[in-house]
């Protein structure tokens, strides 16, 4: 009897359905950082970003959505695709609706809208948010949360750190449902199409970010020792998910020199049984850039960039179903991953490793 109760408490522990004191707190710090925020527009707009990538455009658009849900809940929310470069038109062509190349906006919920053909909406009142403005104001939140989290004893930080995590799917998932939902549906069937060509049995999402994102983890102290190749994770999941083991595993990404040391970690530590591979080809001349580089990207012929953006949302669709997936959380592309499967596919949380091992959220941010 007692052994059971025992067995009862772990599993509900584990589980995460513990109704520790601080389960909820996390969340009421949310409500009131937005009550506090005094937000009383009845109208905004999200401007898309230039110089960003897609993973990050669409990682500060579901976190500033799910948010003015809660600072301005009455308040209209459009979205200006217009300045991104992630498109299948060329710019000057104003006879279509730019968002619609890969989102069907009258599946949108009633409060979000695009942009275009909305007529001028900041003479409507309406105030607009750029890249910068909403990553600052996301930001704003992160940071009671993270000291929330971090001022607690070595064995409290960990369950803190989930319940902060819980606290934002709970804040940001009806943002992230509302539009995802929306996704052209040839382009949830071109991620269906890869997973129903896999073995019909658990798979291992890997994802791996090269190119400019290299130069972006010198800012990040703990991260200094880190060659990408996402060890620490594959260590971490094999540890935590043994079953993860002996599986397929599918590898996207940038960088296709960096995944041949990924590919090698995951043979000897994942023992995958067998690799899909969505990655870019080698570059011929050993001088060009590999991997992802914004700028490049934004000068690249429409068409390329078109198949590129679809390619890039098939692999957060992929991310997202799959049972088990690593990446390095410095990428918006895995913050990305982050929301659509606890948001879309409901996976938990421990299914979700960071490439060097890392749990802290604050190192994420
Ligand atoms: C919101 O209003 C309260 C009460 O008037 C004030 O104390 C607080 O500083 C305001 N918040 C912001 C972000 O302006
Ligand atoms: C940290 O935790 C201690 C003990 O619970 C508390 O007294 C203190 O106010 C907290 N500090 C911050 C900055 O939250
Ligand atoms: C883009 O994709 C289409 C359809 O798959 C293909 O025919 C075309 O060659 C691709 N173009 C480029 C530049 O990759």
């Known amino acids: 009897m007692h052994l059971r109760l025992t067995l009862l408490i772990a599993l509900l522990l584990l589980s995460g359905a513990s109704s520790s004191p601080h389960h909820m707190f996390p969340l009421r710090l949310i409500k009131e950082r937005a009550r506090s925020s005094n937000n009383t527009a009845k109208c905004f707009q999200l401007l ?17 959505i799910g948010l003015l849900r809660l600072e301005a809940p009455d308040a209209e929310i459009y979205l200006d ?25 009258t599946l949108f919920p009633p409060w979000l809208k695009s942009a275009a053909g909305a007529g001028d909406l900041a003479a409507k009142g309406c105030i607009g948010i750029d890249h910068h403005d909403a990553a ?30 819980r606290a934002l799917l709970q804040a ?3 943002a992230v449902v509302g539009l995802w939902r929306s996704l052209h549906p040839s ?66 990404g940038d960088d296709p ?5 990924v590919i090698a970690h995951a043979s000897k530590i994942l023992r995958c049984k067998s690799f899909h591979l969505r990655l870019p080809p080698r570059k011929k001349k050993t001088a060009e850039p590999v991997g992802h580089v914004q700028a490049d990207f934004n000068a690249a012929p429409v068409e390329q960039r078109c198949n590129a953006t679809r390619s890039f949302i098939t692999d957060l669709n992929i991310m997202a179903a799959a049972p ?8 918006n592309v895995v913050s990305m991953a982050f929301w659509l499967r606890g948001c879309v596919h409901h996976h938990d949380l421990d299914t979700l490793f960071d490439g060097d091992g890392y749990t802290d959220w604050w190192l994420w941010l």
């Open 324 to 331: 088990y997936f690593v990446g390095n959380t410095v990428s």
């Open 136 to 165: 600052h104001t996301n930001r704003a939140y992160n940071k009671p949360l993270c000291k929330y989290a971090a001022n607690a004893t070595s064995t409290e930080r960990g369950p803190r750190w989930l319940a902060v995590k």
């Open 81 to 105: 695709w217009s300045h991104t470069h992630y498109t299948c038109q060329e710019e000057d062509d104003l006879s279509r609706d730019p968002i619609q190349d890969f989102f069907q906006p």
């Open 187 to 252: 382009l949830q069937a071109e991620a269906d199409a890869v997973i129903e060509s896999l073995p019909e049995e658990p798979f291992v999402a890997l994802h791996v970010r090269g190119g400019d994102k290299i130069k972006e983890y010198d800012g990040r102290g703990q991260r200094l020792e880190t060659d990408h190749s996402l060890l620490g994770g594959m260590v971490a999941l094999a540890t935590r998910h043994p079953s993860a083991r002996g599986r397929t595993c599918v590898v996207m």
């Open 257 to 261: 020199v960096l995944a041949e040391l």
């Open 172 to 174: 940001v998932c009806p």
């Open 48 to 64: 898309g970003a230039s110089q960003s990538g897609l993973g990050s455009m669409l990682n500060n658009w579901f976190m500033r």
